[in-house]
Nanobody
Framework: QLQLAQSEGGTVQAGESLKLSCGYR??????IAWFRQAPGKEREGVAT????????HYTSSVKGRFTISQVNWENTVYLQMDNLSPDDTATYYC?????????????????????WGQGAQVTVFS
């Protein structure tokens, strides 16, 4: 079993930054991701970090602005979000795959992820 606990989100002005954290307890999943879901839209993958190598992948809309990272001794994954825009407004979720995962982390398929954080609202106003 794996438990994920997220930090709270926040409300910021366009162009500002915000950092989300996701603490995990149980074991270190091979693939951890951040997803987001805006009202009326499907949940979309934002960024992933894979295995011991720490290989990262980002959806095109956040590339160059968001950074996913992990601190193993803290059992925590972070999402640093810079130069935020109103289009980034959504509920953000961290997610992790189970032990039997055999997929491709960079694909960010919702169905591949067995464990989810509680969500954090991020609101960006112009």
């Amino acid at each position: 079993q794996l438990q994920l606990a997220q930090s709270e989100g926040g409300t910021v002005q366009a162009g500002e930054s915000l950092k989300l954290s996701c603490g995990y307890r149980g074991y270190r999943s091979r693939c951890i991701a951040w997803f987001r879901q805006a009202p009326g839209k499907e949940r979309e993958g934002v960024a992933t970090i894979y295995g011991d190598s720490g290989i990262t992948h980002y959806t095109s809309s956040v590339k160059g602005r968001f950074t996913i990272s992990q601190v193993n001794w803290e059992n925590t994954v972070y999402l640093q979000m810079d130069n935020l825009s109103p289009d980034d407004t959504a509920t953000y979720y961290c997610a992790a795959v189970g032990r039997g995962y055999a997929g491709y982390c960079f694909e960010m398929k919702v169905g591949d992820f067995d464990y989810w954080g509680q969500g954090a609202q991020v609101t960006v106003f112009s």
